[in-house]
């Protein structure tokens, strides 16, 4: 059977379209910035705005997908130089993303620190599911690119691999103080970096590039098994926090749903109306809404207490009012401040 493989003008095209030009007034590096840039404001309105078409929007006009199978390429081309470069863009610009979102943050962060938004919390839980979708979609990425008779897959697949949205929570998230729920969805665009990199490189050494790359006259260096290697235990160092995080999800699932009930009965005795119910590591937070004057949110804690939720924290946000922290084991709740104040 014959090995797949490619011709040297298909190499050739795979290099001009991944590896950007270090001068910054080229035409491919002033594209990557200006969309970057572009992508990452669009990506910040969204979720502030609990938007998923604008976030949509965001994922098709983000360029992050570039210098990241540029790293693929430069690993299986053993181009030093480029390696180093790619992996600087992808860090550059996403911190420059982080960076745009603490921006937008600051400036139009809601009262409730984006507790109530489903565009944050869809990406501050990463587990192993999007580990195995982003490798999946990471292969898909590599062999539209090896393939140019199928390249019109590649919107589907930058929709597919969200890299710019998880980077904009992370920064709208930092400046309203949840750090750790920042670290989750930086841990989520990790996950997709090592997807990407991981199934690119496999897809390129089975398509034969290093091969038909020195046929070419491209610069070649000599492959290690130990580069291999390395990029396999990359995407086992991910998958650990997100075996933890798959754990966590379930637990948390099971809280909110414990939670739910008990909330609603609540909040029906003073005629609010239960907004949101979640549960982030072990943490349930409830949103309220309603008018004067508000329940008492020490009730809740006694009833959370007498359903076998003791051992929760609970984080309490009326709309509208301020938030209230009841510890676990306790029977006092007190005003929690705002990060932002």
């Not at 309603?290 to 007498?306: E, I, M």
Request: with cysteine.
């Amino acid at each position: 059977m014959r090995m797949a493989t490619v011709d040297a003008v298909a190499v050739r095209r795979m290099a001009d379209t991944l590896f950007i030009e270090r001068d910054p007034r080229s035409p491919s590096s002033t594209r990557f910035w200006g969309l970057l840039v572009l992508a990452a404001v669009i990506a910040s309105a969204g979720v502030v705005g609990d938007s998923t078409a604008t976030v949509i929007g965001a994922m098709i006009v983000a360029p992050l997908m570039t210098p990241i199978l540029g790293s693929a390429l430069a690993l299986v081309l053993a181009d030093r130089a480029q390696v180093v470069r790619c992996a600087l863009l992808v860090l550059g610009g996403a911190l420059a993303v982080i960076a745009i979102g603490m921006l937008l943050g600051w400036i139009a962060a809601p009262p409730d620190a984006f507790a109530s938004n489903s565009q944050v919390s869809s990406r501050i839980s990463p587990r192993l599911i999007d580990l195995l979708a982003a490798l999946a979609t990471g292969t898909v990425g590599a062999f539209a690119l090896v393939r140019a008779d199928i390249s019109d897959t590649l919107p589907g697949v930058a929709i597919a691999i969200s890299l710019v949205p998880p980077l904009a929570v992370t920064g709208l998230l930092v400046t309203v103080g949840r750090y750790h729920d920042a670290s989750q969805s930086a841990l989520l665009f990790a996950t997709n970096v090592a997807a990407i990199v991981a199934t690119g490189t496999v897809v390129f050494l089975v398509y034969r590039v290093r091969a038909v790359a020195q046929e070419g006259g491209l610069r070649v260096g000599r492959f290690h098994g130990s580069t291999l290697a390395a990029v396999i235990v990359l995407v086992v160092l991910i998958a650990v926090p997100l075996t933890t995080g798959t754990v966590t999800v379930a637990r948390d699932r099971s809280l909110a749903a414990d939670a739910r009930p008990v909330a609603e009965r609540w909040a029906a005795a003073g005629q609010w109306e239960i907004a949101s119910v979640d549960a982030r590591n072990g943490i349930v937070v409830i949103g309220v809404l309603g008018l004067p004057p508000q329940p008492a949110p020490t009730a809740l804690r006694a009833a959370l207490d007498r359903n076998g939720m003791r051992d929760a924290d609970l984080e309490l946000h009326l709309v509208g009012g301020r938030t209230h922290w009841c510890p676990a084991d306790t029977d006092r709740c007190s005003v929690k401040e705002s990060s932002r104040s």
